[in-house]
């Protein structure tokens, strides 16, 4: 039989003040706490589970690419334009650093963001039919 990966189960991200940066997540994003103490948090959040990881100083997700452009490494989904215009006014009246809706050329439009420790985020407008299929009901 043939063994294939099923799903990302947890994301660690790197943070200088778990306390502050669990806040955050908290309260800004929506994400709901199951475990915390000096060195880490763990996070339910976007269904899976997010590690907050007491880190050195100016550590990050984010790494550059050869043209020497800082990238984000998680991109979140959400389903369609309109939610991703609303999540976007969300994220800006909450005062989270954001960009601004992009057209990159493929399907969908994109935005940034970030979180207190500068870690890059990306936000998508289009769910994949897999986990829409299989997770999302009819409204």
């Not at 669990?22 to 800004?28: H, P």
């Not at 984000?72 to 650093?97: M, P, W, Y």
């Not at 985020?121 to 897999?130: K, N, Y």
Request: hydrophobic letters at 35%; proline letters at 2%; charged letters at 25%.
């Amino acid at each position: 039989m043939k063994q294939t990966l099923l799903r990302v189960g947890t994301t660690y991200i790197p943070v200088s003040n778990v306390k502050l940066s669990s806040e955050w997540y908290v309260n800004l994003l929506g994400a709901e706490l199951s475990y915390k103490d000096e060195d880490k948090a763990i996070l339910n959040f976007a269904n899976q589970s997010i590690f907050l990881v007491r880190s050195k100083e100016n550590q990050s997700l984010n790494f550059y690419d050869i043209y020497g452009e800082e990238r984000f490494s998680i991109t979140f989904e959400v389903d369609g334009l309109n939610a991703l215009e609303a999540i976007h006014k969300d994220f800006t009246e909450k005062q989270i650093r954001v960009g601004e809706i992009e057209d990159r050329g493929h399907p969908g439009r994109n935005f940034i963001f970030y979180d207190l420790d500068g870690n890059k985020f990306d936000v998508w407008s289009e769910l994949s039919p897999v986990f829409k299929e299989k997770y999302v009901t009819s409204q």
